[in-house]
């Protein structure tokens, strides 16, 4: 079994879902998984966002705003399959965000309706697998209602019905007003079946302390399970000093993956962010080796 550091393309392509998860394991707080919006024209036009992130030195990406029931990648030739097409470009594992709404929640702002597709459902885990989607991200946008409850109930179902990598957290508060790194929650959503726990940078949301986080990692470890740290909150369009502050206090509290988000330029991080993302938490040896080595490989 290879650190997913080292795996070349060919290899990444055919890992299992337990495979993945030991692969990301064992290379001990160096891979990063980049987000970008499906539904915006590319910062290269014709070029998908996804292409752009692993160019920059991204393990994985991460669609958002993808909905399941109209597939659809914008940079992409035209294609009825998508999700297997961009894995062949990219040659990197590739996930979606699909978002548990709690209808009965009370919000702190207006509600965002999103569609049918984009919703955490046994019908959107069903056609998740059917795509060719490794893992998916259970989480929430902005103002979209997306509870700590109604994650867990969806992590059950999504273990039933998609059967790949299940991360799940918020990056921020989706609108709803309650702890976002909290040990209950990440204990039970650990024991409901998800892999990687999902939780804001330290720095990216007021008052998480770095000390919450180191405690919330060592909780996951125990549990054999990945913590995955997100900046969601458009600090990815900020300086790269900002970027290699945040990328070097979440690595010493313990993350597993290192997420950077879509809100740069046209539904994704600023590229020159991600490269520093990278050559903060693994130097520039093997961020130029990601970047340099062929998806035919």
Not at 17 to 41: F, M, N, P
Not at 98 to 127: N, V, Y
């Amino acid at each position: 079994m290879k650190r997913l550091l080292n795996c070349t393309s060919s290899e990444m392509k055919n890992l299992t879902k337990d495979e993945l998860k030991q692969a990301i394991l064992a290379s001990e707080g160096r891979t990063i998984i980049t987000e970008t919006v499906v539904s915006l024209q590319p910062l290269l036009n014709d070029v998908t966002n996804a292409e752009l992130a692993v160019a920059f030195g991204s393990n994985m990406v991460l669609l958002n705003v993808f909905d399941c029931d109209h597939p659809h990648i914008n940079g992409l030739p035209d294609t009825d399959d998508p999700i297997h097409l961009l894995k062949d470009l990219i040659g990197r594992p590739v996930g979606c965000n699909l978002e548990p709404i709690d209808e009965d929640i009370e919000m702190m702002e207006s509600r965002q309706e999103i569609s049918h597709g984009r919703h955490a459902t046994k019908e959107t885990f069903s056609k998740a697998k059917e795509l060719g989607f490794d893992f998916i991200c259970l989480t929430g946008n902005p103002g979209t209602g997306v509870s700590n409850v109604s994650i867990e109930k969806a992590i059950a179902t999504a273990k039933e019905y998609f059967g790949g990598l299940i991360i799940a957290g918020k990056m921020h508060s989706a609108g709803v007003d309650e702890p976002l790194v909290d040990l209950d929650s990440i204990e039970r959503f650990i024991d409901a079946g998800a892999d990687i726990i999902l939780m804001p940078a330290v720095y990216t949301v007021p008052g998480l302390s770095e000390e919450k986080v180191t405690k919330a990692c060592q909780l996951i470890k125990s549990k054999r399970a990945l913590s995955l740290s997100a900046i969601g909150t458009s600090q990815e369009g900020s300086d790269e000093n900002t970027i290699r502050m945040i990328a070097l206090t979440n690595k010493r509290c313990g993350i597993d993956i290192q997420h950077i988000g879509d809100a740069g330029w046209c539904g994704v991080a600023l590229p020159e962010n991600i490269m520093t993302l990278s050559i903060a938490i693994r130097g520039k040896r093997w961020t130029y080796h990601k970047i340099a080595s062929s998806v035919n490989r």
